[in-house]
């Protein structure tokens, strides 16, 4: 849960800011996640949405997250090319799965097994 301290120096966006690009550089906040709507978020943390807003505008100019307009805000891939593609393969491979309704521990299996196979010259 992010909270905001009124007390702090730092001012509030800023706060939001720094908190949410930590999630993602972590990986806390995948590729792909969906952020909480400006309004949403700025009525649950007791901001007003401009100042959510420019959070979100100064995370999107940094490149960690983009607008798509009325479909709200979204996490991007980060780190050189080859990271991307694989967070964005992730992602996708995630969508599929949840679509098929198979567990996370089973698609784990899957995954890990592909790579095994794949090291050892084998098809999977």
Known sequence: MISIDP????????????RFMGEIQSGERAAGTRL????????????????????????????????????GSYVTAQGDAAERQ?????????????????SSAQALTYVARALDAGRDGLKA
Request: hydrophobic content about 35%.
């Open 7 to 18: 007390r702090s120096a730092t001012p509030p966006y800023e706060q939001l800011r720094t």
């Open 36 to 71: 909480p709507t400006v309004r949403g978020l700025a009525e649950d943390l007791g901001l007003a949405a401009g100042t959510v807003a420019r959070a979100y505008r100064e995370l999107e100019a940094d490149g960690f997250i983009e607008t798509r307009g009325r479909n």
């Open 86 to 102: 694989a967070q964005d393969a992730a992602r996708e491979y995630a969508d599929r799965i949840r679509k098929l309704g198979v």
